[in-house]
Nanobody
Framework: QVQLVESGGGLVQAGGSVRLSCAAS????????MAWFRQVPGKEREFVAV????????YYADSVKGRFTISRDNAQNTVYLQMNSLKPEETAGYYC????????????????WGQGTQVTVSS
């Protein structure tokens, strides 16, 4: 069992930055690839980024490459998502996820989800 709790969301202006954190409980955190997804009401949850068990490899959605950075600290059981140059259309709930594999994940490949944190980007 892995429990995930996200934090760091909030209101930011377009072009600004936000750092999301996801704290995991359970001794199996380091066995999982960790990912971030996002979801707008009425739309399917979409993959944003994933990081492998030792911090590599990383994969990103094309729309966030060069602006977002995913990282993890296995000693702290925490995964981060640094988001720069944010756009209003990136307003969404951001969800932390634990999965057995890396790659551009589908929702069906995720074993555990956090409850989500809202990021609102104002124009």
């Amino acid at each position: 069992q892995v429990q995930l709790v996200e934090s760091g969301g909030g209101l930011v202006q377009a072009g600004g930055s936000v750092r999301l954190s996801c704290a995991a409980s359970g001794r199996t955190f380091s066995r999982y690839a960790m990912a971030w997804f996002r979801q707008v009401p009425g739309k399917e949850r979409e993959f944003v980024a994933v990081v492998g068990v030792i911090g590599i490899p990383t994969y990103y959605a094309d729309s966030v490459k060069g602006r977002f950075t995913i990282s993890r600290d296995n000693a702290q059981n925490t995964v981060y998502l640094q988001m720069n140059s944010l756009k209003p259309e990136e307003t969404a709930g951001y969800y932390c996820a634990a999965a057995p594999n890396t790659g551009r994940l589908r929702m069906s490949e995720v074993d555990y989800w956090g409850q989500g944190t809202q990021v609102t980007v104002s124009s």
